[in-house]
C-alpha cells in the first residue's frame, strides 16, 4: 500500500480513535482519546481529553491495521495523545513493538517533564520534541498546556549531551512551521540560539495539513526553504516534511477522536 491509510479503531465503551499507516512503512498509533493539552492548531486535541488508552487498545490499532492488509516496518506513537501523560501503557507497548522486532518512537511536548528524563533512558527508535517555537511567548501560544519553555531547554541542554552520540542521534526536535506565527526569521533565529548545542539532534520542520475550520496554516514553499536554509545555515541537520507527511492524510494533529471517532 504506497498511499497513507488512515483507520477508524473502535474500542470500549463508543470511543473510536484514528491511527494512520503512511506508505513509507511507518504505522502512526494513539495513546489517548482526545488530548489535555488542545494545542489550539491541533484537531485531535480540539474536545479535550475524553481518556487514556490501555495497552489493549494501542495494540489493537497494530491488529486493525494488520487485518486491513498493511505491514508494518516500524510504529511511531504520534497520533492522538500526549504519550508522557499516559505513561506506563505507552512504555508497556514500545516493549511489546520492539518483541515484534518493530522499531518504535514517540513524538511528545515534554509535559511533564520528570517524565521526559525517564523516557530519555528508554530504548527506543526516536523521541520527537514538539517545540514549534523560538520564545516562550511562542511556545505558550502554541502549547499553553505545555511544559515551560525555559525549563524544558534547560532539562535538555542539560540532560542530552551525556547520552552517547547513538541515542542522541535518536532525538528530534519537530517544529511546526505555521503562516505569521512561528515563521519569521526572528523566531527561528531565537531557536537557533536557544537550542544551540543540540545540533546532533535533527530538527523536524514540518507543515500542516489544513483541517476544516483551523485558522492555521503552513507558509508557501519559497519561505519554508527560506526557513531550512537559516536552521541548516546555523549549523543543525535539518529534514523537511517527507512526501508521505505531506499528503491529505498525513498532517501533524489531523487525527481525531469520536464517542463512538480521532498528534503531536
Ligand atoms: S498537538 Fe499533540 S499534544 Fe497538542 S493537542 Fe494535539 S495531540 Fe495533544
New binding site residues.
Given amino acids: 500500500m504506497e498511499t497513507n491509510h488512515k483507520f477508524a479503531v473502535p474500542l470500549a465503551g463508543g470511543t473510536v480513535v484514528e491511527a494512520v499507516y503512511y506508505g513509507n512503512g511507518t504505522l502512526c498509533v494513539s495513546s489517548?482519546a482526545?488530548?489535555?493539552?488542545?494545542?489550539p492548531?491541533?484537531?485531535?486535541?480540539?474536545r479535550g481529553l475524553l481518556r487514556n488508552l490501555a495497552l489493549e487498545e494501542m495494540q489493537r490499532q497494530l491488529v486493525v491495521a494488520i487485518d486491513q492488509g498493511v505491514a508494518p516496518e516500524r510504529v511511531t506513537i504520534?497520533?492522538?495523545?500526549?504519550p508522557l501523560h499516559n505513561p506506563e501503557p505507552v512504555r508497556q507497548f514500545m516493549e511489546y513493538c520492539m518483541q515484534r522486532g518493530l522499531p518504535v518512537s514517540l513524538?511528545?511536548?515534554a509535559?511533564p517533564l520528570p517524565q521526559l528524563s525517564e523516557f530519555l533512558g528508554l530504548a527506543h527508535n526516536g523521541l520527537m520534541f514538539?517545540v514549534h517555537a523560538g520564545t516562550a511567548e511562542t511556545h505558550r501560544r502554541l502549547?499553553p498546556?505545555?511544559p515551560d519553555f525555559s525549563s524544558l531547554i534547560n532539562l535538555l541542554q542539560k540532560q542530552v549531551p551525556v547520552l552517547s552520540r547513538r541515542r542522541r542521534r535518536k532525538l528530534g526536535i519537530n517544529y511546526l512551521l505555521l503562516e505569521g506565527i512561528n515563521d519569521s526569521a526572528c523566531e527561528l533565529n531565537s531557536f537557533a540560539e536557544s537550542f544551540h548545542g543540540l545540533q546532533d539532534v535533527t530538527v523536524h520542520l514540518l507543515t500542516c495539513n489544513p483541517v476544516s475550520g483551523s485558522p492555521y496554516s503552513s507558509p508557501p514553499q519559497p519561505a519554508i526553504e527560506k526557513g531550512y536554509r537559516l536552521l541548516t545555515d546555523a549549523g543543525f541537520q535539518v529534514r523537511r516534511a517527507n512526501r508521505w507527511r505531506r499528503q491529505a492524510r498525513g498532517g501533524?494533529?489531523t487525527?481525531f477522536v469520536a464517542k463512538s471517532q480521532a498528534?503531536?
Fill in positions: 489517548q482526545g488530548c489535555a493539552l488542545e494545542c492548531f491541533c484537531a485531535s486535541g480540539s504520534s497520533g492522538i495523545g500526549e513524538t511528545t511536548t509535559s514538539s502549547i498546556r505545555g501533524c494533529g487525527l498528534g503531536c
